[in-house]
């Protein structure tokens, strides 16, 4: 079984430009989340979609962020226009319900912005 | 709102030294506890978990017990080897938001040979 992918690995842009990070959740699984650590600091939740709807999104720092599902499969964050606070790892995990069950996570990616 | 709290690292041990890295969470609610660890250059890996007060999760030689009376899921592993440095995190997954799981900080362990 394919693990959760998350793409790119990592990512430098400057600051005012525009990123999009991707995440494909393993196949079958209707929840996906996203999470962020900053500068060592904890992971903190961003959003949480279930199937392509947006179940939670408390997390979101500000509209600078757009998350999306289109399909309930694969998902994409973009930051527009990126901000230098915003560099840090940026992880995907997918669950199969969204009861108090394990999430498998992405390897991350890492945003620098200059 | 709910919260966790981990011993602060980096902790740095010998081969084959007791480990503990101490766990607490806020208790407005009945959570599953889990402590995840995200080795050099990888992603985030369940490593144990624990469902209800006085279960016991444990994997590769770690564990860590709900402990509801003391708020508490501290990780402990008798005798740790060079390959268990990595970061260590401690998260409560409450059922009541979805899921999602509400991280510490983190730990770094470092293991010396």
């Known amino acids: 079984e394919a693990g959760v992918t998350q793409f790119p690995s990592h990512s430098v842009i400057e600051k005012g430009q525009t990123v999009t990070l991707r995440c494909d959740p393993i196949s079958g699984h209707d929840n996906l989340y996203w999470y962020r650590r900053v500068m060592g600091k904890e992971i903190k939740f961003l959003l949480h979609?279930?199937?392509?709807?947006?179940?939670?999104e408390s997390g979101m720092p500000n509209n600078r962020f757009l998350a999306e599902r289109t399909g309930g499969t694969y998902s994409t964050l973009k930051v527009q226009p990126a901000e230098l606070e915003d560099s840090g790892v940026y992880f995907c995990?997918?669950?199969?319900?969204?009861?108090?069950?394990?999430?498998?996570f992405g390897a991350g990616s890492r945003l620098t912005v200059l | 709102g709910d919260s966790v709290t981990q011993m602060e690292g980096p902790v740095t041990l010998s081969e084959e030294a007791f480990l503990t890295i101490n766990c607490t969470y806020t208790a407005t609610g009945y959570p599953s506890l889990f402590w995840y660890v995200q080795y050099p250059g990888e992603g985030l890996q369940l490593l144990l978990k624990a469902t209800k007060a006085d279960d016991k999760g444990s994997n590769k030689g770690f564990e860590a017990t709900y402990r509801k009376e003391t708020t508490s899921f501290h990780l402990e592993k008798g005798s740790v080897q060079v390959s268990d440095s990595a970061v260590y995190f401690c998260a409560p997954s409450y059922l009541n938001q979805g899921g999602k799981l509400i991280f510490g900080q983190g730990t770094e362990l470092s293991v010396k040979p």
């Open positions: 995990a997918s669950s199969v319900s969204s009861g108090a069950n394990v999430l498998t």
């Open positions: 979609f279930v199937k392509e709807s947006k179940q939670d």
